[in-house]
Nanobody, 121 residues
């Protein structure tokens, strides 16, 4: 019913920048929140940043001041601008959205397929 398509990640040098995007499509009535999670090898998936449709944002402490999440509600798209990247930011990044689909009174959670971000010299 709902698909989340993420942009490609990539290989970035430490201190570099990268911007991810994620577009939601399908039978969408309303999106409450969109966000990004990441999972490094051998670790659990963790929250990176979220943004509600009320423009409220939340960041993991490890990325505060370096990453910025933003949304284009008209395009059902969320962005993650990542600056001052560190090797410990290396992970698969997943887009996440809480969506109310058409003909439903409930929100459901959807995930993108994940995109690899590698920070290395």
């Amino acid at each position: 019913q709902v698909q989340l398509v993420e942009s490609a990640g990539g290989l970035v040098q430490p201190g570099g920048s990268l911007r991810l995007s994620c577009a939601a499509s399908g039978s969408i009535f309303r999106i409450y929140a969109m966000g990004w999670y990441r999972q490094a090898p051998g670790k659990q998936r963790e929250l990176v940043a979220t943004a509600t449709n009320g423009d409220s944002t939340n960041y993991a402490d490890s990325v505060k001041g370096r990453f910025t999440i933003s949304r284009d509600n008209a395009k059902n798209t969320v962005y993650l601008q990542m600056n001052s990247l560190k090797p410990e930011d290396t992970a698969v990044y997943y887009c996440n959205a809480h969506v109310q689909v058409q003909s439903s009174n409930y929100y459901s959670t959807y995930w993108g397929q994940g995109t690899q971000v590698t920070v290395s010299s």
